[in-house]
T-cell receptor, first 114, second 114 residues
Framework: DSGVTQTPKHLITATGQRVTLRCSPR?????VYWYQQSLDQGLQFLIQ???????AKGNILERFSAQQFPDLHSELNLSSLELGDSALYFC?????????????FGEGSRLTVL | AQSVTQPDIHITVSEGASLELRCNYS??????LFWYVQSPGQGLQLLLK??????LVQGIKGFEAEFKRSQSSFNLRKPSVHWSDAAEYFC????????????FGKGTHLIIQP
């Protein structure tokens, strides 16, 4: 158990819909990262938050957005969903702002868009 | 562009045999390097990391990796594999701890034969 909690574990929805994925980081961790894992693209870095502020942006689509709340949990919002958004979405957390230490990954949220 | 390449999509090894998983990186300067393991239905777990210094690094579960600057490689090794090592292995890199997340390779699926 990494200490990172992601909900929901599985989600099935239709094209055009909007979903929210939630992540609770390990106790004491200030950084939250979001990754997308798909068969064709592999693991892609989406976005990072540190102590409530956006710190780094990767390959995140404009239809996607995220935020980190004062209690440090984070939400990833996916809108106008397309079939190609079907993937496993991972949240990871770390103590530091930079990626020098260990990232602790949650078990992921599997999104299926029909 | 910065990239991490894992040339082998699948590797099959007999239980008790030695293992080497290959990883090559393409970065302007030596990046921070990591190996993660993902068991079925689980998140990723850090095996080991290299920032600088001794080019042979020891990790958890009996794994080690050797950094070779001349070959831009960071291969993962284990002298004797166990059936429980069957998993997906990811090499990852980050440009010196900067705020750009981790760039992952596509992964190597390790199959252990009895």
């Amino acid at each position: 158990d990494s200490g990172v909690t992601q909900t929901p574990k599985h989600l099935i929805t239709a094209t055009g819909q909007r979903v929210t994925l939630r992540c609770s980081p390990r106790s004491g961790d200030l950084s939250v990262y979001w990754y997308q894992q798909s068969l064709d693209q592999g693991l892609q870095f989406l976005i990072q938050y540190y102590n409530g502020e956006e710190r780094a942006k990767g390959n995140i689509l404009e239809r996607f957005s995220a935020q980190q709340f004062p209690d440090l949990h984070s939400e990833l919002n996916l809108s106008s969903l397309e079939l190609g958004d079907s993937a496993l979405y991972f949240c990871a957390s770390s103590v530091e702002a930079g990626v020098t230490g260990e990232l602790f990954f949650g078990e992921g949220s599997r999104l299926t868009v029909l | 562009a910065q990239s991490v390449t894992q040339p082998d999509i699948h590797i099959t090894v007999s239980e008790g045999a030695s293992l080497e998983l290959r990883c090559n990186y393409s970065y302007g300067a030596t990046p921070y390097l990591f190996w993660y393991v993902q068991s079925p239905g689980q998140g990723l777990q850090l095996l080991l990391k290299y920032f600088s210094g001794d080019t042979l690094v020891q990790g958890i579960k009996g794994f080690e990796a050797e950094f070779k600057r001349s070959q831009s490689s960071f291969n993962l090794r284990k002298p004797s594999v166990h059936w429980s090592d069957a998993a997906e292995y990811f090499c990852a890199a980050n440009s010196g701890g900067g705020a750009d997340g981790l760039t992952f390779g596509k992964g190597t699926h390790l199959i252990i034969q009895p």
